[in-house]
T-cell receptor, first 111, second 117 residues
Framework: AQSVSQHNHHVILSEAASLELGCNYSYGGTVNLFWYVQYPGQHLQLLLKYFSGDPLVKGIKGFEAEFIKSKFSFNLRKPSVQWSDTAEYFCASQETYKYIFGTGTRLKVLA | EAGVAQSPRYKIIEKRQSVAFWCNPISGHATLYWYQQILGQGPKLLIQFQNNGVVDDSQLPKDRFSAERLKGVDSTLKIQPAKLEDSAVYLC???????????????FGPGTRLTVT
């Protein structure tokens, strides 16, 4: 069955530290991949997406993610985090019409 | 562009009562989703509509939950009777849902926080 795993449930970083959040998906066929973010008090919004082509995708606010098919991974990265990046991050996969979300990673950035 | 609207934003009910949530998707979005998000977990899809037809309701507890999308626009999700474990945030999302456009990006509403006591 299709599934998405996020290994880091809580991450605490200082400002300017680098970030990498892990995401693994289970489906072996054609899949679309997404990272969504939920800032405190706000609703879920799209950070970036991968459908095909260049496996390195860039999103808003300096975030990027790399699709590695051989590892079934779609890790989220940011070279230097800011206090305003404090939020919950969700990885999601879509196979045909079916959308599956991971359990989320709560990131806290210390000023 | 107006976003996805949901109401109410908060609801507190006692167990065994009924409750209904309303969602108005972004204009022109064919696909509408209802999710349940329990504290500490990711959103879990309850039901997905394509226009006014159901695409997937495999995780909808049909003995107590029901949903409809009349005329392929607004949608309502109902719980009757509610249980304590239904306490969660209920999210509505919409997307263009068109293969031709290749875009399945979802736009989420603010959610309804349900507390069942």
């Amino acid at each position: 069955a299709q599934s998405v795993s996020q290994h880091n449930h809580h991450v605490i970083l200082s400002e300017a530290a680098s970030l990498e959040l892990g995401c693994n998906y289970s489906y072996g066929g054609t899949v679309n991949l997404f990272w969504y973010v939920q800032y405190p008090g706000q609703h879920l919004q799209l950070l970036l997406k991968y459908f095909s082509g260049d496996p390195l995708v860039k999103g808003i606010k300096g975030f990027e993610a790399e699709f590695i098919k051989s590892k079934f991974s779609f890790n989220l990265r940011k070279p230097s985090v800011q206090w305003s990046d404090t939020a919950e991050y969700f990885c999601a996969s879509q196979e045909t019409y079916k959308y599956i979300f991971g359990t989320g990673t709560r990131l806290k950035v210390l000023a | 562009e107006a976003g996805v609207a949901q109401s109410p934003r908060y609801k507190i009910i006692e167990k065994r009562q009924s409750v209904a949530f309303w969602c108005n998707p972004i204009s022109g979005h064919a696909t509408l989703y209802w999710y349940q998000q329990i504290l500490g977990q990711g959103p879990k899809l309850l039901i997905q509509f394509q226009n006014n037809g159901v695409v997937d309701d495999s995780q909808l507890p049909k003995d107590r939950f029901s949903a409809e999308r009349l005329k392929g626009v607004d949608s309502t999700l109902k719980i009757q009777p509610a249980k304590l474990e239904d306490s969660a945030v209920y999210l509505c999302a919409s997307s263009l849902g068109s293969r031709a456009l290749g875009s399945y990006e979802q736009y989420f509403g603010p959610g309804t926080r349900l507390t069942v006591t």
